[in-house]
Structure formats: C-alpha cells, structure tokens
C-alpha cells in the first residue's frame, strides 16, 4: 500500500519504519529530522533495534502518488494544517487514518474531508525522539483502529491486516470513540501531572499525595465521559492508568518532554477538552481546570535541574 505518515515525530516514525517493511512509505517531518534520515537512514533503538532506508520528506507536493492511507500522527493541534497541506495529494479514496492523542482530531478532520473519510485509532506503543534520526521505542503496546459509525468493514480490517503484517499488534474496535475516551482519561491523569512536578511516570504511585491526586482527576474525567454516553468505571478507569503508570514507569510524558524543549503541548485536547464537555454538562471539573491552566502557563518554565528520575 501507498501510506504517507504526516508527523514523523517519535510514534510517526516509529510505525512509518515498520510498516515500510511491506508498504510503499513516505514520512512527512521536520527539516533536520528529515535530513538525518535522508543521509543515515532511520535508526530504531530500544524495544526495537533496526535501521531503515525510507523516503522522507519536508512537505508534500502534487507530485506524490496518491496514498491509500493517509497517517496523521502529528499533535493534535497541527491536525488542520496537516489536512490542508495534503489536500493537493489525496483524493475521495484515500482512507485519512488519525492516530492521536486528543478528544478533538476527528472534528477537525472533517473539515476539510467527508467523514467517511475518516478511521480513528489509539496506540500505547512508547516512543522517545532521542535526535534527529533516531527513535527509541521505549515500550511495546496495543493499537486500535475503528470506524466512526462502530462497523467492522472491509477497509479497517484490511489496515488491521496491514499493520498487524507489519509487527504492530493491532485489533478492530467496534466503539472507538470509547477507546478514545479511555486513552483521553488516562493521558489527563498522567501527562500534566508529570510535567507540573517534572517526574517519570512511575513517581505517581510511589508518593502517596501524587497518587491521590491522579485518582481524582482520573474519577473526575470519567465522570465526563459518562455523561457523553461512555459507560466507564471510575474504579476500572483508576486501575488501568495505575497499570499504564507501572508499564512506564521510566518514561517521561510527552506532554512534560514537550514542555522541556520549550514546544507547545495537547493540553488544550485532553483536560481542556475535557474541561470544555464538562461545562457543556455543567459538571464541576475542579482539577482539570486547574492542570489546565497551570500547564498553559508552564511552557519553557521548567528548572531542568530539578527533575526527578
């Protein structure tokens, strides 16, 4: 298959290599990531160690074959500029497959195509840019792909087939707005916690205070998600993002890696979206509020030197 990855950061790149073992791949990323690649190839360390010689390139232009899947895995909010930029090569048969953290993706989506368009997916493979061209794959996980309307179809089985060909462990979802909600819910527990008080997952469960606060911010974004129709336990919900804590003990959130080197955060599309339903609903959302707000006002501000290992 033809498939351009837009957003060759850490997960983007991690999965373009992968998939370009049996597929036809093109990564769209940044400069000098792009022209590591271009000269060395691209490096994959840690839970998978490989290097692979894969087209990368800065922009798209008119001049691409057009691609039977479009991966979007750039942050949430490059999600309408990556859409525009690609508009020039993609057509009403190319499937737009959006991997990404958030609540908001697919909204943003289909401004610009149908939403038939549209495949939505979550992974919890871990992935860290070390440098330009290297990728550490810092732990393995599970991917999962959906249509909107719940149906098992042809198309996301074939991608299903695709990815799982590729050595990505990936299943159907017949609900993948619920999966979205549980990633959702477990990302506004962990990351602006991690980035607040500049840890590595695994501090949450070992101090009892940090440990209190991300069971009520997890109780609390379960509540909203409920409201949505989602169904979730609060107490289900608390006991996966323990699990997900423990599996990632050592790594650092995106969202505080994101802070570190001064870039912008998802913030606004995980507890700011969150906090958004919630007054929707008029549900008082305490603690996203305020994890929103600090981390909205935290970029660039982090003392280095008083991390937590």
């Not at 899947?69 to 009403?92: F, G, N, P, Q, R």
């Not at 996966?240 to 955060?265: C, H, L, P, W």
Request: glycine fraction near 8%; charged fraction near 25%.
């Amino acid at each position: 298959m033809n498939i351009i990855v837009m957003g060759a950061g850490a997960i983007g790149s991690l999965f373009g290599a992968l998939l370009s073992k049996k597929n036809n791949v093109v990564l769209i990323g940044r400069p000098h990531h792009v022209d590591a690649i271009q000269r060395k190839g691209l490096f994959l360390s840690g839970k998978t160690n490989m290097n692979v010689k894969i087209q990368a390139k800065n922009s798209l232009d008119d001049s691409y074959t057009r691609p039977d899947i479009l991966l979007l895995t750039v942050k949430s909010y490059d999600t309408e500029t990556a859409m525009k930029d690609a508009k020039s090569v993609i057509d009403k048969k190319t499937l737009i497959v959006s991997l990404q953290n958030g609540l908001d993706n697919i909204e943003k989506i289909e401004k610009i195509v149908n939403r038939e368009q549209i495949i939505a997916g979550i992974t919890t493979h871990g992935a860290v840019f070390n440098k330009s061209g290297i990728i550490q794959h810092t732990g393995q996980g599970d991917t999962v792909f959906g249509e909107l309307n719940g149906k098992k179809t042809n198309r996301v089985q074939k991608i299903i087939h695709v990815f799982n060909e590729a050595g990505i462990k990936t299943r159907v979802s017949t609900n993948i707005f619920y999966d979205i909600w549980i990633k959702t819910i477990i990302n506004s527990s962990i990351n602006p916690i991690t980035t607040f008080f500049q840890c590595k997952n695994g501090y949450l469960t070992e101090n009892p205070i940090l440990e209190n606060i991300v069971e009520k911010i997890c109780e609390e974004s379960t509540i909203v998600a409920n409201k949505e129709g989602m169904n979730i336990s609060s107490k289900k919900m608390y006991k996966k993002t323990r699990e997900v804590i423990k599996a990632t003990d050592n790594n650092y959130s995106s969202m505080f890696q994101s802070v570190k080197k001064g870039k912008k955060t998802e913030i606004d599309s995980i507890n700011g979206r969150i906090l958004s339903i919630s007054r929707k609903h008029g549900i008082n959302s305490f603690m996203n509020e305020i994890l929103f707000y600090i981390i909205k006002s935290s970029r660039g501000n982090l003392n280095n030197e008083n991390i937590r290992n």
